[in-house]
């Protein structure tokens, strides 16, 4: 393992250029088959639809292949190549069945990502600087989100939808440098998977990532609250964007933009916080805070339909999201410490995740053509009260979960050596 500052400035580039291409073109993708290509929407929709069931069905193996591989890097990189072409073939082959294809190969390679480079990262670092790293991680994979949205906005409005294109391309090429500056023999793999560090090679019997889940409380119960937060939180900002563009149809557009970059920069901080004090506050109250913001949130929406109104609530997006995004691969890393499935377990909550936000928008789209906004915001908001009341009522502190097997190695040692001592 290495902690030097190259290393460090290699992840760093990692996080910031993948943060435009681990979801492929995402909602550039509707834009652009909209207004080039001429498709309807219904079809639009259906393609959606399925790269987001593709990327939701390849949490689970992503996960096992990241906790398997020895070849992390090669993972990442092939994984870029793939989102790239993908979506680089879009205006050549735009027949509604290899887009189709495509794009569910899209959603299917994006989820190598975030287990790879939490693995990564833990492999280079271990256990004890995970909490500082992850923290940095993320806030350098939210400040690419905002860098990359501000220039796709400007190359649009200047090129067309086509330069978001090119955008993509060359944050993939940066992201696939980055990776090759990470020196591959520096990774401990059983460390990256969850191991302990004597456990050389990762040969060590584990569970699945199905028996992890099933068997271990906790991780259960955290993987209810991650779907509950999720299914109250991916309908919000489209509600959101809605409401701004009936307000006001010719800025709707550019204030859901603003909405999307001001709340990815409110995340920056947010995750350094996670990396500067999850360990001296522990998990839960930050993890409780992340939770408290969303119920809060979908309540304020309901107070008034001013623009200036909506875009400050959403603000709040960035507190809740920063903290949860940050703290999920803290918790899952506490979890599931010493299993050797740290990134199929991963995978297996993101599942849920997937499976919480996928049923959002779907529920809100509902409860707006029966009730109205207000009535969708509250439902998302009551949500988001059952997860917090989990969390906090049922999910232990994680911090400190489990004794490391070197802790108790290292104690055995000390007994021995003070034994021996005193018998001579």
């Not at 060359?170 to 191991?195: E, F, K, N, Q």
């Not at 990532?209 to 109250?232: E, N, Q």
């Not at 522990?282 to 969303?294: H, N, T």
Request: glycine fraction near 12%; aromatic fraction near 6%; hydrophobic fraction near 55%.
């Amino acid at each position: 393992m290495t902690d030097n500052a190259a290393t460090h400035r290699s992840l760093d580039l990692l996080n910031f250029f993948l943060a435009d291409v681990r979801d492929g073109l995402g909602p550039y993708l509707a834009i652009y088959l909209l207004t080039v290509q001429h498709w309807n929407e219904a079809d639009i929709g259906l393609v959606m639809t399925l790269a987001g069931l593709a990327g939701i069905a390849a949490q689970v193996p992503a996960g096992a292949l990241v906790d398997g591989t020895r070849y992390k890097r090669a993972v990442i990189i092939v994984a870029a190549l793939l989102v790239t072409v993908g979506s680089l073939a879009l205006p050549w082959l735009n027949g509604f069945t290899v887009v189709a294809i495509l794009q569910s190969a899209v959603g299917a390679a994006g989820a190598v990502f975030p287990p790879a480079i939490a693995a990564v990262t833990l492999g280079l670092l271990g256990p004890r600087a995970f909490v500082r790293r992850v923290g940095r991680n993320e806030s350098f994979n939210h400040a690419g989100n905002a860098v990359a949205a501000l220039l796709a906005g400007g190359a649009a409005y200047a090129f067309g939808p086509v330069a978001v294109f090119w955008l993509m391309t060359a944050m993939a090429l940066c992201s696939i440098a980055a990776t090759t500056g990470i020196p591959a023999d520096a990774i401990d793999h059983a460390v990256a998977r969850g191991l302990h560090a004597s456990a050389q090679g990762g040969g060590r019997e584990a569970p699945s990532g199905l028996r992890v889940i099933l068997s271990c409380r906790p991780l259960l119960i955290f993987g209810g609250c991650a779907a509950l937060f999720h299914f109250a939180n991916a309908a919000m900002l489209p509600l959101v964007g809605q409401k701004l563009a009936m307000k006001d149809p010719a800025l709707g557009t550019s204030l859901m933009s603003f909405c999307i970059v001001a709340a990815q920069l409110v995340m920056v901080p947010m995750a350094m916080l996670v990396g500067a004090r999850a360990d001296r506050w522990g998990r839960k109250p930050l993890l409780l805070a992340a939770f408290l913001v969303l119920p809060l949130r979908g309540i304020l929406y309901t107070l008034s339909d001013h623009s200036g109104w909506l875009v400050g609530v959403q603000l709040l997006d960035g507190v809740g999201a920063g903290l949860f995004g940050a703290l999920f691969p803290l918790v899952v890393a506490d979890l599931t410490e010493g299993t050797g499935r740290f990134n199929v377990s991963q995978g297996a909550i993101a599942t849920l995740q997937g499976i919480g936000a996928s049923l959002s928008t779907a529920a809100a789209g509902q409860m707006v053509v029966r009730e109205g906004y207000s009535a969708a915001f509250l439902m998302l908001a009551g949500a988001a009260g059952v997860a917090l009341l989990l969390a906090g009522l049922l999910l232990p502190e994680t911090r400190g979960v489990a004794t490391t097997e070197a802790d108790k190695d290292e104690a055995a040692v000390r007994a021995s050596t003070a034994k021996a001592a005193s018998e001579a």
